[in-house]
């Protein structure tokens, strides 16, 4: 009677289980798998399963307790709350056990699975128990406990093959699940399709672990293998992005090139291919490749943003899901269109194509003042974005490069009027190592006095380099009285910070000098030399070689300054020191600092900004060295 | 004093000043307020009244000032938060463990109000966990909204466009002190720069301009060359945090909210102060932080965190311009947010929820909050004027008038309460110099006398004399009070005379009030002693002063004896002479009712029992008195003689060497005084004497007189030898004591014999008047050469003298 009863409310549960996974196919084939529907879903099954649990575990029970768990997995994954999909699972396990009068004394997840495949494979529940090992897999694929597949993986493989093996891999190769479909009991996905997404994922998984321990050949290996699986286009585009990145660390560009042609042709929503083959143009210096890479960027992620988010179908199950590492989504994710614009803008800047820079830069600058939101959300780029204010200080370099002169001008002042007034009129700086104190974004009140100090120093720089771009503007304006107020101004500014420089014992000073040190010396002979360019102008020849002398001794390789010079010793009739100054610029450029070590905006003018004809110059000093050198 | 109902301001001094403002019920709710943070939303002259139930009641303004329900939305969990959105008619609610929606209501006020049901589904976002929110951007039908969720032990901060999640990032919860339940509820807000924005405009609330100073110093010059919001949010441990919504940094730096402080307490409020000059955050126990631009030395502009205690707790709170209006329970108290300024309460009790409302009838001068009472009224609180500066430049000029007619009230009011407490001041004073004198004084009569210092400054004298009161002759006694004290005797002081019969233990005590005698004044009053018929003589009379606290206080009629300070002054003793009445030479009868009397008195006694002149048979007495010790007593012979002074020594008054008196039984009485010769002492020559000799044909009057006689001459004697203890001083006292026999009894003492001598007679008379003399003389010729006379007189009735006279003779 009790029998007759109980598989009469078995015989209910299995068609409440069926039903519930024959409403979502339907529902699927509508294409009407919307989130909440899933969430439903999920919630009616977490409910069914509930019930169940609410009677003692039989045997006849066990088979379709397992298959709603494994169906509730299912549901789970794409709903944000599937915390107690472990909890049931294992609760289920142990039922089971219980259901077979076997006892489980452990609660160490692995002992237990050992115990299950024990019991349960003499059963005849081989695939119940399949399902749910595919379940457990999932669920340590996604919480990254790789170590505990490998063990789970293992046992099952000993049991049927008897070879031990240690290569997780080669694990995952000899594992062969049972796959025989009950078909009373119905199922979302078929356990050998999950078994195949598993299988690559954690290929996949184990891949970027090692490329993360910096075994890149190991990692190689793995995506190699993962390119042989079968895979979705999706996951396939990116597992040859992995490979491809892994080429470039192995230092095999065009390897990397060919990869990240292939996932582009496999899929071409996978834009970071395209990022990171933009990345290795740079590194090859194919400044062409590299900026029609990043324009093709640009304008696929515009394309892609101006596309309202395509309805398409997300499916119940996908890699996404399983590869939830963030070390997987930074390097799988593009940049934002705002970071791939403004390496855009940089690299035309760098390389001299200043009309299309200054157009670059100032749809960045557009975009960042129309969209804050989508600053918010880049997240985990790889390449550092630079603070704004420096953002803004290469667009009005840029722009004064391109000769427009006001809008610099107007941008610089922009900068001045954030910065100047936080400026204090005294600042005493200790410097240590930059990495140290990272200079924060937002100061607060928990930060040291020495950090603000710090943000203090950022502020200085700032203005200064405004001051010195304006400055430079109004210089090529001809506007050079206003051009010597502008540098004075900025003279004065950048005579409050007081850097004490320590010297650190058995090192030279100067040789761990901080770059904010640096730059601050270099800001300085920028704007002695434009201010004695601009006392050139004017004709007052002793400001002018006072001004320049300082300048060169303030930050020494500045090419201009010393073309300049040597037409001022020359203006004055000192024409050894002017041979002498001639000589020594056309050295220098040896020796000096690259200028690549400063920012874009520090970087000085070309020698066509001179107000002074420097062929002419050139002709000069050319015939004077001749014959000094005869003479001599 | 408070006559117009508008502010009236205490001193600065005080610690809460007060005010009154007026207070209006626009609706009641029905039930009481509940909830522990209900929400209140006044928008589009509709208001929303979120009781923490699913409920939110819709008020619309009907023609009348009242309001009146329009619509009930009825959500599927509780109602906790309340925000407008950019849209006429369109809210933002937040409902419990379910999400935010957005309600558009219908337009229009409706006649009857309606239920709308809001189904979960129509949610914006829908995400359990959200305890707090604030819409950053709103665009047509899409929303960016910022919301703060508890999520297991960590607040989320989380970013929402089209309810896409953009960003997220949590910190960890700090558990409260206290229960869980007393978490409370996060605030937030979005923070703009104020660029160029014209100051004072609506902001929506949950927005907060702030001055670009200040903005880029606490979220940095990215934020601010962006002009980028920063989200806010006030956490129920009391961190501040904030999130510049311009996320660009490396990679390696994960955008995350910084803490600019922490209050340590649960946030209620969080707002700017001044226009965008300040950015305040009030916590729940009282604590306000405000934050300003300031100038440092070292480091440029920094930004400067104050923060002050009020008292709490804050139950809800609300700012207009620079003036923080928050309600405890039990009051609802202003405070401008400057420095020096003391919070001023409204007096207005149990508001859970206030929203500031710009009444825009009068021009805006008048600042009205609606706030939400704990009895579940909606009430619109009435600011008093000129509070605030900003109102008080627009005042209108009656307004003016009226305040001005206010100031002068409360300045009356004031310098009423001031002039009453300076009399009291000033009466207290007056008390405490008055029992300063008190004092003096007593320290002055109740300091033990020393030997040698002069008699008390203050004394009391007396004289006495027969007058007429009521037809009958009495016998008076003026007193003179001398004041010879630097003090003055101020009212309050009383002259106080007991007068005591010696054979009588009764006693009469008159109280004179004195007004004020100055010091070296002296003044008199008059005590009747008794009349002739009821005169028992001799009468010892105490003198003192009183001073009744009761003068002190003004209280006059309590119980004086139970405050009063009494200072002995002198004792009087009016005796047989000083009773005496002199018989005029002229008219020996006396005066004309002395006749009268006699005449009546004749009238009743039969002729001849008992005569009325002194006749022979009546009794006498004889004392002799040696002449040295009357010298130093008398000023000179005088006219009439010796005997003549001594007479009129003994009674006060010019008289010749025999007189007739009638003492005050009416007897006639002869005295006389007259020189004798020594003849019993015969060695000592120079020795002369004077016999005073008492006749009446009344026993008592002749004993009595020669009681007084020998009590004067005593006094003196003993007065003379304290005086002049180096002359050759001889005391010779003889005694008569007259009987029937007419004894003589004669004491003499020599040089060269020493006897003691002891007389005792008793003498029993009719009147039953015992009289025992003890008389015990001593001499001792031995080298101490010390005299000594001790005399005891015992009358023995009902009272019992006792006079011991000690004589020291020194040669």
């Known amino acids: 009677m009790a029998d007759r009863a109980g598989g009469g409310l078995l015989r209910g549960w299995v068609d409440e289980s069926n039903a519930i996974v024959t409403a979502w196919q339907e529902c699927e084939s509508r294409g009407e798998s919307e989130h909440s529907a899933r969430t439903q879903f999920y919630e009616k099954s977490c409910k069914l399963l509930q019930k169940m649990h609410g009677v003692p575990p ?77 379940v457990q897999w999932a669920l340590w694929l996604s919480s990254g406990h790789l170590q505990n597949i490998h063990c789970l993986l293992l046992i099952v493989t000993q049991g049927e093959t008897r070879t031990p093996s240690d290569d997780l891999m080669t694990v995952i190769r000899n594992l062969g699940l049972s796959s025989d479909e009950k078909s009373s009991l119905l199922v979302a996905v078929a356990t050998s ?56 660390k192995l230092d095999q560009p065009y390897s ?68 939830s590492c963030k070390y997987f989504k930074s390097i799988i994710t593009a940049p934002s269109s705002l970071h791939i614009l403004y390496s855009l803008a940089h690299a035309c800047a760098l390389h001299n194509r200043f009309s299309e820079a200054v157009e670059h830069y100032l749809d960045l600058l557009a975009l960042l003042q129309s969209d804050f939101m989508q600053t918010v959300c880049t997240e985990g ?34 900068v001045i009027s954030k910065t100047a007034d936080l400026i204090p009129e005294k600042l005493v700086l200790v410097p240590l190592a930059e990495e140290d104190f990272p200079a924060p974004a937002v100061p607060s009140i928990l930060e040291s006095t020495e950090s603000r100090r710090l943000d203090r120093l950022d502020c200085v720089l700032w203005a200064g380099a405004s001051y010195c771009l304006q400055g430079h503007a109004y210089y090529q304006m001809k506007e050079t009285n206003e051009s010597v107020t502008i540098y004075s101004r900025c003279l004065n500014l950048l005579a409050k910070v007081s850097l004490k420089r320590l010297a650190i014992a058995g090192q030279p000073v100067g040789e761990k000098d901080p770059p904010k040190f640096e730059t601050l010396q270099r800001l300085r002979g920028l704007v002695l030399a434009g201010r004695g360019m601009c006392f050139m102008d004017q004709g007052q020849w002793k400001e002018a070689l006072r001004d320049l002398k300082l300048s060169l001794q303030t930050s020494p390789g500045l090419q201009n300054a010393q073309y300049a010079l040597t037409e001022v010793y020359w203006r004055l009739g000192r024409k050894e020191e002017a041979i002498t100054c001639w000589k020594e610029s056309v050295i220098m450029p040896v020796e000096t600092p690259s200028a690549g070590d400063f920012p874009l905006y520090l970087q000085g003018f070309s020698e066509d900004s001179l107000s002074f004809d420097l062929n002419d110059l050139r002709k000069r000093m050319g015939e004077v060295c001749q014959t000094s050198g005869l003479s001599a | 004093m408070k006559k117009s109902g508008r502010c009236d301001w205490l001193a600065p001094g005080a610690t809460m000043a007060s005010a009154r403002c007026s207070v209006r019920t626009l609706a009641g709710l029905g039930s009481a307020v509940s909830a522990r943070r209900p929400r209140l939303l006044a928008r589009d002259s509709r208001v929303l009244v979120a009781r923490g139930e699913r409920e939110v009641l819709v008020f619309g303004r009907q023609e009348s000032a009242l309001l009146s329900v329009e619509a009930v939305l009825q959500f599927d969990s509780a109602v906790t938060l309340l925000l407008p959105a950019a849209g006429r008619h369109q809210f933002y609610v937040l409902c419990e463990n379910a999400g935010i929606h957005r309600v558009t209501l219908p337009p229009g006020p409706s006649p009857d109000p309606v239920l709308l049901p809001v189904p979960p589904e129509a949610a914006v976002l829908r995400d359990e966990g959200i305890c707090c929110f604030v819409v950053v951007e709103e665009a047509v039908a899409e929303e960016t909204l910022a919301t703060l969720s508890l999520r297991g032990a960590s607040w989320v901060l989380s970013l929402y466009k089209r309810a896409e999640k953009l960003f997220e990032s949590s910190v960890l919860v700090v558990p409260p002190q206290g229960d869980r339940a007393e978490l409370g509820s996060p605030v937030m807000c979005v923070v703009h720069p104020s660029d160029g924005a014209a100051p004072g405009r609506t902001d929506p609330p949950g927005h907060l301009y702030l001055e670009p100073v200040l903005y880029r110093l606490l979220f940095g010059v990215d934020a601010a060359l962006l002009r980028c919001p920063a989200v806010l949010c006030g956490l129920p441990d009391g961190r501040l945090l904030c999130l510049p919504l311009c996320g660009l940094r490396s990679s390696e730096q994960k955008v995350r909210p910084s803490v600019l402080h922490s209050l340590e307490q649960p946030l209620v409020l969080l707002g700017t102060s001044g226009g965008p000059q300040g950015l305040v955050a009030v916590g729940q126990q009282g604590r306000v932080l405000l934050v300003t631009t300031r100038d440092s030395d070292s480091e440029g502009k920094v930004e400067d965190f104050r923060e002050l205690d009020v008292r709490g707790p804050v139950a809800c709170a609300c ?50 909050l609606l706030a939400l009472s704990l009895t579940g009224q909606l009430q619109k609180v009435t600011l008093p004027q000129g509070s605030e500066a900003r109102s008080s430049a627009r005042l209108p000029s009656t307004l003016a008038g009226q305040r001005v007619k206010d ?33 003096n004084v007593s320290s002055l009569l109740l300091s033990p006398r020393k030997a040698g210092e002069a008699a008390r400054p203050i004394t009391c004298h007396g004289v006495t004399s027969w007058s007429s009161v009521l037809q009958e002759d009495a016998l008076m006694l003026r007193c003179t009070l001398e004041n010879h004290s630097p003090h003055v005797l101020e009212p309050g002081w009383s002259l106080s005379v007991q007068v005591q019969s010696v054979s009588r233990s009764a006693a009469v005590t008159h109280s004179f009030v004195l007004q004020k005698l100055e010091p070296g004044r002296r003044t008199g009053v008059d005590v009747p002693l008794g009349t002739a018929c009821d005169l028992t003589l001799p009468l010892q009379v105490h003198t003192s002063l009183m001073f009744s606290m009761g003068a002190v206080w003004g209280s006059s009629e309590e119980n004086p004896q139970l405050s009063c300070v009494g200072l002995p002054l002198n004792t009087l003793v009016v005796d047989w002479l000083d009773g005496l009445r002199l018989d ?91 020189e004798v010769a020594p003849s019993d002492c015969s060695q000592d020559a120079v020795m002369a004497a004077v016999e005073l000799q008492v006749e009446s044909s009344s026993m008592a009057a002749v004993c009595g007189l020669h009681h007084a006689i020998l009590r004067r001459v005593q006094v003196h004697t003993h007065i003379h030898t304290h005086t002049h203890t180096h002359a050759h001083t001889c005391t010779r006292t003889r005694t008569y004591i007259h009987t029937h026999t007419h004894t003589r009894t004669y004491i003499h003492t020599t040089h060269t014999h020493a006897h003691t001598y002891t007389h005792t007679h008793i003498h029993t008379h009719t009147r039953t008047y015992i009289h025992t003399h003890t008389h015990a003389h001593t001499y001792t010729h031995t080298h101490t050469r010390t005299y000594i006379h001790t005399r005891t007189y015992i009358h023995t009735r009902t009272h019992t003298h006792t006079l011991i006279h000690t004589l020291t003779y020194t040669r």
């Not at chain 1, 709350?81 to 009068?101: K, M, P, W, Y």
């Not at chain 1, 954690?202 to 993360?212: D, H, K, S, Y």
């Not at chain 1, 290795?280 to 394309?303: D, F, H, P, V, W």
């Not at chain 2, 009356?412 to 008190?438: C, F, H, M, P, T």
Request: glycine content about 6%.
């Open chain 2, 584 to 674: 005029r030479p002229s008219s020996p009868a006396g005066s004309s009712d002395f006749l009268v009397q006699r005449f009546l008195r004749s009238r009743g006694v039969t002729s001849g029992e008992r005569g009325q002149e002194p006749g022979p048979g009546s009794y006498r007495a004889a004392l002799k008195v040696s002449r040295e010790l009357l010298a130093s007593r008398l000023k000179g012979p005088g006219r009439g003689g010796l005997g003549a002074a001594v007479l009129t020594w003994l009674l006060g008054q010019p008289v010749p060497a025999r007189v007739s008196a009638h003492c005050p039984s009416g007897h006639c009485v002869q005295l006389a005084a007259n």
């Open chain 1, 256 to 323: 990397a090139l060919q990869c990240n042609r292939k996932a582009l042709e496999v899929d071409f929503g996978c834009l970071s291919a395209l990022y990171q083959s933009s990345l290795i143009y740079r590194g090859l210096k194919k400044t062409e490749a590299e900026i029609e890479a990043l324009q093709l960027l640009y304008s696929a992620t515009t394309l892609r943003s101006n596309v309202p988010p395509a309805s398409a179908v997300v499916p119940l199950i996908s890699s996404d899901m399983l590869l």
């Open chain 1, 193 to 248: 399709v999950l078994k195949d997404l598993l299988h690559i994922c954690t290929v996949v998984a184990q891949g970027i672990e090692r490329l993360r321990q910096g075994s890149h050949a190991e990692a190689l290996q793995a995506f190699l293998h993962a390119t042989c699986l079968p895979a979705p286009r999706r996951l396939f585009a990116q597992v040859h992005t992995l490979a491809g990145l892994t080429f470039a």
């Open chain 2, 319 to 368: 700012l207009d311009g620079s003036r923080l209006y928050y309600s405890t329970a039990a009051d609802l108290v202003t405070l401008q947010l400057t420095p020096g300024q003391v919070p001023v309460s409204l007096n207005v009790s149990r508001v859970t929820a206030l929203s500031l409302t710009w009444n825009p009838a009068e021009g805006g001068a008048v600042v009205e």
């Open chain 2, 407 to 439: 100031l002068l009230a409360a300045i009356g009011d004031v310098w009423v309460r001031a002039s009453s407490l300076k009399s009291s001041v000033k009466d207290r004073k007056e008390v405490l110099r008055l029992l300063n004198q008190v004092l």
């Open chain 1, 58 to 134: 039989v045997s006849s029970q066990v088979e379709l307790e397992m298959t709603l768990v494994y169906n509730t997995f299912l549901f789970s994954l794409t709903c944000p709350q599937h915390f107690d999909v472990q909890e049931n699972l294992s609760r289920t396990l142990i039922r089971a056990l219980e259901a077979l009068g076997s006892q489980a004394l452990t609660s160490d997840l692995v002992a237990l699975w050992r115990l299950v495949l024990k019991t349960l494979s003499d059963a005849g529940f081989l695939a119940c128990v399949h399902k749910l090992l595919c």
């Open chain 1, 381 to 414: 780029n790889v390449a550092v974005f630079p603070r704004i204010p420096a953002v803004y200080l290469e667009a009005a370099f840029t722009m004064l490069s391109a000769k427009k002169f006001w809008d610099a001008a107007a941008v610089c002042e922009e």
